[in-house]
Every structure is written in C-alpha cells, then in structure tokens.
C-alpha cells in the first residue's frame, strides 16, 4: 500500500525534528507499506536525511510550472529534483481554490516527469452531482500529452472531504476508484496506482485500505501526529 503525509502549511522546525524522533521509534521495520511524507519546501532536506534510514519518500507539495527565471518566491522541479526530492504532489484542491488550473497541473506534471519526480496527481469533485464530469475534465487535462504512467498515482480526493471530518463512503470510494481506473485505462495508462484522501483518520483508514483495488491513501490532518501516522504507517493487509 501507499501511505503519503500531506502536511500542508504546518509544523516549525522544533516540531519536525520532535516528529521525525518519535516516528522512527515507532514505525518499525516498514516492510509492507510505501510511505511517503510530504512536507513544507523549507523541511524537505531535513526529512530527507531522516528518511533514507528508513525507506521512506519524501515528496514536496507543489512545483513550478517552467524550469528556471523570473518567478520571485517559486520552486522548480529541477532544484528539488537536485536535493533528492522523490516526487511532488500536484493538483491539491487547495491549490486550485488559490488559482491553479488543470492546464497548469498539466504543465507542472511534464516539468516534474521530465526531473524524474514521482507524481500524486489530485482529482476530485466539487459538487457531488457533478463528479464524474469534474474528475474525467481534470484527468483528462492534467494527463494531456503524457505518455506514461510509470512515475504517476492519481489520488480521489473529493473537495467536501478535505479536513472536514466527513470521508467520502466505502462504496462512492470503491466506484471512484474503478472510475479513474477506467478513465486511465481508456487514455493506455493501466498500472496507475490510485489513492483515496479526505478525512482519513484513526477510525476508518483499516476500512479504507480494505476496499478491493485500492492502492492506498493521501493523509492530511491525522499525518501531523507522529502516533497516529506511524499506526496508519504500520498497516499490514495479510493482519487487517
Ligand atoms: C489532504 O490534504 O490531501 C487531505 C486529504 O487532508 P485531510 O486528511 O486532512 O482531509
């Protein structure tokens, strides 16, 4: 399975390095799970360190769409490619209510791919008698002229569930997932890995990781405590 920390706008150094501490007394040998921990730029080569001992990606949040220049206050794949960043993830609905559009992510994924960067491409619904349209328009576009889906997962993250406490349903995720599946299936892609996010958390991530062709999960809050990300870390199938 795939577990990525989405940390957003949060931590200061102090409570990185105290994360950082308790993670790794408490996550273990990690042997079942790709983990992946997306931090804010400022700590990327600080986890970095942290997470070669123990096997774990570490992806930035965002990356700009053109390679160098002009852009006062961005970063590009190139430089995060350059401290061994592993990935970036793209599309976040949080970035689109700040402007970004499907064309952007489009071009920030073929800069990233281009860097060797690893993609979490974001898709979800905003108006849920809508969603299909708004998840096929947004994988569509953001996929344009992309020819592999080597270095791609597609995370489900319907935008009512992004910290709101409200998970989308076991069934709306499980007939999500296979609709993405089949949109990536009819554009040739057909090992894309997908991920449910939204309101993951304690109680539901065994029942979310249970659900049949599902490739894991993109957490958000419940990333920030080292306890419970290291439990959600520690899933193993074959126990579950
Ligand atoms: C996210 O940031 O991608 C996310 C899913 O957040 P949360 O788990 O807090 O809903």
């Given at each position: 399975?795939?577990?990525?920390?989405?940390?957003?706008?949060?931590?200061?150094?102090?409570?990185?390095?105290?994360?950082?501490?308790?993670?790794?007394?408490l996550v273990g040998e990690n042997?079942?799970?790709?983990?992946?921990?997306?931090?804010?730029?400022?700590?990327?080569?600080?986890?970095?360190?942290?997470?070669?001992?123990?096997?774990?990606?570490?992806?930035?949040?965002?990356?700009?769409?053109?390679?160098?220049?002009?852009?006062?206050?961005?970063?590009?794949?190139?430089?995060?490619?350059?401290?061994?960043?592993?990935?970036?993830?793209?599309?976040?609905?949080?970035?689109?209510?700040?402007?970004?559009?499907?064309?952007?992510?489009?071009?920030?994924?073929?800069?990233?791919?281009?860097?060797?960067?690893?993609?979490?491409?974001?898709?979800?619904?905003?108006?849920?008698?809508?969603?299909?349209?708004?998840?096929?328009?947004?994988?569509?576009?953001?996929?344009?002229?992309?020819?592999?889906?080597?270095?791609?997962?597609?995370?489900?993250?319907?935008?009512?569930?992004?910290?709101?406490?409200?998970?989308?349903?076991?069934?709306?995720?499980?007939?999500?997932?296979?609709?993405?599946?089949?949109?990536?299936?009819?554009?040739?892609?057909?090992?894309?890995?997908?991920?449910?996010?939204?309101?993951?958390?304690?109680?539901?991530?065994?029942?979310?990781?249970?659900?049949?062709?599902?490739?894991?999960?993109?957490?958000?809050?419940?990333?920030?405590?080292?306890?419970?990300?290291?439990?959600?870390?520690?899933?193993?199938?074959?126990?579950?």
């Amino acid at each position: 399975m795939i577990i990525a920390a989405n940390w957003k706008m949060n931590k200061t150094i102090l409570e990185v390095n105290q994360f950082l501490d308790e993670f790794v007394s408490l996550v273990g040998e990690n042997k079942h799970n790709k983990i992946i921990i997306a931090p804010s730029f400022v700590f990327l080569q600080k986890v970095i360190k942290f997470a070669r001992k123990k096997n774990i990606k570490v992806f930035a949040q965002n990356c700009h769409q053109f390679a160098s220049g002009a852009f006062t206050g961005e970063v590009s794949a190139s430089m995060l490619s350059s401290i061994g960043v592993n990935g970036v993830i793209l599309g976040h609905g949080e970035r689109k209510a700040m402007g970004e559009t499907c064309d952007m992510v489009n071009q920030k994924l073929k800069m990233a791919i281009c860097y060797n960067l690893e993609v979490i491409l974001c898709t979800g619904e905003s108006e849920n008698n809508r969603a299909e349209k708004e998840i096929e328009f947004q994988i569509k576009t953001s996929l344009k002229d992309i020819n592999t889906d080597e270095k791609i997962c597609i995370a489900y993250e319907p935008l009512w569930a992004i910290g709101s406490n409200k998970s989308a349903s076991c069934e709306n995720i499980y007939l999500k997932v296979k609709f993405i599946r089949d949109i990536c299936k009819k554009m040739g892609f057909f090992n894309t890995k997908i991920l449910y996010g939204g309101s993951v958390n304690l109680k539901n991530y065994v029942r979310i990781l249970n659900i049949p062709k599902i490739d894991g999960i993109l957490v958000g809050g419940a990333s920030l405590k080292s306890k419970d990300f290291a439990e959600i870390s520690s899933f193993n199938s074959s126990l579950h």
